[in-house]
């Protein structure tokens, strides 16, 4: 599983350990995350076969306290698992340490990563093994022939399932530009979630946090925030100290606040510092980056770098820089900014300040959200008209002019218009030339609004119950339909 930035996949890989650990016993769990403290390959084999043996173990005994016991040393394992009569792990450990002491770094490294196919084959219980920021492996393992590589052989076996997370560019060029090892695994690429996801994650932060919540204020913010958990959640944290109920203004300012100096402009600026060192190639950079944004997408040639008065040597490393951290992408010849409109305001802002020397801030201006004006409770509208063709456009025209009134949002009045159509040319079809008058009541509400119409008797007798409400259910919240000797009353509700 890929992602451009990081977001809070460790934190799900963690939920998914724990549903694994304390949900069921036919599978054993584990979650590997590179140590930032370790330095070469053999750290790394004596991290990660301690880290699986004690996440084994634990599992095998159901012992949350071994569970979180980090930093046990193999030696200390090897005495746990002989005091839990633990055969198969005694045999592993006592396998690797011989390993060790013959000082052959690739069969330490190889000895680890089997560890847990190993334990399969000694007790028959499969391992689902979840390794987060697997990018991380080439760093200590560059200096001694890529050993990473060693874990496409784990990969492949069976009763091992791997679920691998890193960067999408990183991860491309290790699996498929380096090695082959993409041919064994399924790719998914993990963008924001969706919007009625992000909304939900909005409101449980809130309620967290004490932050008084209302879609209608908040919506325009959430979709600026395009469902990335770490944007949103630094969002809510900075919401979360103006310590008053946020209006719609409120929220974009806080917004701007993150573009400009938050922890949202803090990520970005650290990933460009960290990545590109040379204080002439940032400034190429950001010249480069903002020529991507107002063009759209360019095709990269042997002469472009004297655009930017940079080599083309000096040019390869900023897109293969900018490429993995996830700021731009490629293609087989042109380039382009990813699209993301967080990422696009950082970039202008950064622009104007940094190369410009403005403090002016003209980021997301078609995006700022209106004031959110609140709805209008209003009186009963009531309008009654003869049972003639096309009655749905009267009921169009005047449901609009209402809502327009009463602040209704446009796009629960269009909703609430689909709805009604449906219900004349279909639902009501019968009574379009019956004789006698409908009778339409509008509703403005605090929630939003609600459309009662009474029928006259229909034309014929026959049965009046084959009603099909799939496309009005769709459109609204609530329908509720009432047969009486006079016609029918028909109650639809749609709530902002």
Not at 461 to 468: H, M, T
């Amino acid at each position: 599983m890929t992602y451009c930035r990081k977001n809070t996949f460790l934190e799900d890989e963690r939920k998914l350990f724990n549903l694994f650990f304390n949900q069921q016993e036919d599978v054993s769990p584990f979650l590997y995350y590179p140590n930032a403290a370790i330095s070469s390959a053999g750290d790394f084999a004596d991290d990660y076969i301690s880290s699986f043996i004690r996440q084994r173990l634990a599992f095998y005994g159901k012992n949350t306290l071994l569970l979180n016991e980090e930093g046990l040393s193999v030696e200390n394992l090897l005495s746990a698992a002989e005091k839990s009569n633990a055969e198969w792990a005694v045999n592993i450990l006592n396998n690797y340490l011989q390993v060790k002491a013959a000082g052959n770094i690739m069969n330490m490294f190889l000895s680890a990563v089997s560890a847990p196919y190993r334990s399969y084959l000694a007790t028959g219980m499969p391992v689902v093994v979840m390794i987060d920021d697997f990018q991380g492996l080439s760093d200590f393992t560059a200096n001694e022939k890529r050993l990473w590589v060693l874990f496409e052989h784990a990969v492949k076996l069976r009763h091992i399932p791997h679920i691998i997370t890193g960067s999408h560019a990183e991860l491309q060029k290790m699996f498929f530009e380096e090695t082959s090892l993409g041919e064994a695994l399924d790719i998914v690429n993990l963008s924001g979630i969706e919007e009625d996801a992000a909304i939900r994650l909005f409101s449980l932060l809130c309620e967290t946090y004490k932050i008084t919540f209302d879609k209608r204020t908040w919506i325009d913010t959430i979709r600026l925030l395009n469902g990335n958990p770490s944007n949103i959640r630094s969002f809510i944290q900075a919401v979360a100290q103006k310590n008053r109920a946020p209006s719609a203004n409120d929220l974009f300012g806080i917004y701007l606040g993150e573009i400009t100096k938050g922890k949202i402009h803090t990520y970005w600026v650290s990933a460009l510092k960290k990545h590109i060192p040379s204080p002439d190639l940032r400034k190429a950079s950001l010249y480069f980056l903002r020529h991507l944004q107002q063009k759209g997408a360019m095709e990269i040639s042997s002469g472009i770098g004297k655009d930017f008065s940079v080599t083309a040597e000096g040019l390869n490393n900023i897109v293969d820089t900018l490429y993995t951290t996830g700021i731009i992408e490629t293609g087989f010849i042109n380039i382009r900014l990813k699209e993301n409109k967080v990422l696009g305001d950082f970039i202008t802002h950064l622009y104007q300040k940094e190369i410009l020397k403005e403090e002016r801030v003209d980021v997301a201006v078609e995006e700022k959200p209106e004031p959110f004006i609140p709805i209008k409770e209003g009186p009963l509208f009531e309008l009654t008209v003869p049972a003639i063709p096309k009655i749905e456009l009267l009921s169009f025209n005047l449901l609009q002019q209402i809502a327009k009134t009463h602040n209704i949002p446009q796009n629960v009045t269009g909703q609430m218009q689909v709805a009604l159509a449906d219900l004349f040319n279909n639902v009501l079809s019968q009574y379009a030339l019956a004789e006698g008058n409908f009778r339409l009541n509008f509703i403005p509400e605090k929630e939003g609004i609600s459309v009662i119409v009474h029928t006259p008797p229909p034309l014929s007798e026959g049965p009046r119950g084959v009603i099909d409400l799939e496309l009005i259910r769709k459109f609204s919240d609530t329908v509720e339909i009432e047969s009486t000797s006079e016609g029918m009353i028909v109650t639809i509700k749609k709530r902002c």
